[in-house]
């Protein structure tokens, strides 16, 4: 009799421990999703908006309101953003060494994942996937490789691909980046609040319209300064250069630019990354290139007739062409979002 109890318990016990795997296995597989995914538009194309480094769905709100009658969009919230759920921290050893057997950019792979599940389980038919600067480019970019039929074009606005940090017209090993990368991480650990905010000073190069920097300031203080440095150490680890090669889906990089050299030093370099990035990234067979210049980095906010026709022209085939503004242009009357 007792064995046969003994056995009953063993069993019970097993099945508990597999459920209690199973579910765990579930729970790990599932990541962190996104904090917010906002819908609009009845259009027939589909599209994914991503938004960049320290900011979330909301710069895209514009963008959406006036193209709801040619697109239904999904503008995404990355987890963390404007002090949400971020993804579990890596884990590192005593000295802060991490597990060389695991990923290097393990918040970039629960977005991409979380990419795929927003396709899959709403069901979105062949999106265009628009990414913001590197980040949201990067993200757009690694869906279109690794999940390619869930993508039928991407559009990366004023991203610094295949790999940042760009350097200064040569290419910057992965041990150099790898160093800058835990430099980096380290420099904001030791930020305190002063140095912080002072960070989130947002320079006059984001857009042209004074009233949609300071919002834009508001949001990027809701971004924890550990999940920028964590966001940042990813990115500057990672190098899509080899990968590229594979991209079957059409893409379009776009950039900001000037007619004449910034005469500020850290501008200057800027500019000398965002030139030698699309050389690089027109080189790839896949990949148009276009510039909007004497543009600042929020294109989409500073000329949005033209940068909505240069996103329409790519999607139906039509020729591309770089967009000159005029210089000490007045950005369009809008007023930030609420």
């Keep these: 009799m007792k064995s046969v109890i003994e056995s009953s318990v063993a069993r019970v016990c097993a099945v508990a421990m597999a459920m209690t795997l199973l579910f765990a296995g579930t729970a790990i597989a599932k990541g962190t999703p996104f904090a917010h995914v906002e819908k609009r538009g009845e259009g027939d194309q589909a599209m994914i908006l991503i938004h960049g480094l320290s900011t979330d769905w909301r710069i895209w709100e514009d963008f959406m309101e006036r193209n709801s009658a040619q697109y239904t969009m999904y503008a995404i919230s990355l987890p963390g953003s404007s002090g949400s759920e971020a993804p579990p921290m890596p884990e590192v050893d005593e000295e802060g060494a991490r597990d060389p ?23 979105i038919d062949s999106p265009v996937v628009i990414g913001h600067t590197t980040l949201g ?103 899509l250069e080899t990968d590229l090669h594979d991209l079957a889906a059409p893409m379009l990089a776009t950039y900001m630019t000037v007619d004449s050299p910034p005469t500020d030093v850290r501008a200057w370099q800027a500019q000398q990354k965002r030139e030698q990035s699309m050389r690089l990234m027109g080189s790839y067979a896949s990949v148009m290139t276009a510039k909007f210049v004497n543009c600042k980095n929020y294109i989409m906010w500073d000329f949005p007739e033209q940068f909505d026709e240069t996103v329409a022209n790519f999607i139906s085939g039509q020729p591309i062409y770089d967009f000159v503004a005029p210089p000490e242009v007045k950005a369009p009357e809008a007023a930030a979002p609420e």
């Design 137 to 239: 480019g990067v993200l757009a970019t690694r869906l279109a490789l690794e999940y390619p039929k869930y993508v039928s074009q991407v559009i990366a606005v004023d991203a610094f691909l295949p790999w940042m940090p760009m350097g200064d017209g040569a290419r910057v090993s992965i041990e150099e980046r790898n160093a800058s990368a835990d430099e980096t991480v380290f420099l904001i650990k030791q930020f305190d609040n002063d140095r912080w905010e002072q960070s989130l000073q947002v320079p006059s190069t984001y857009s042209i319209n004074e009233d949609r920097v300071e919002w834009l300031a508001g949001v990027m203080r809701e971004t924890e300064a550990s999940v920028k440095a964590q966001w940042l150490n990813e990115l500057i680890r990672f190098d």
């Design 101 to 123: 057997d695991e990923s290097t950019t393990p918040w970039m792979d629960n977005a991409v994942r979380q990419l795929r599940n927003l396709v899959r389980d709403e069901d």
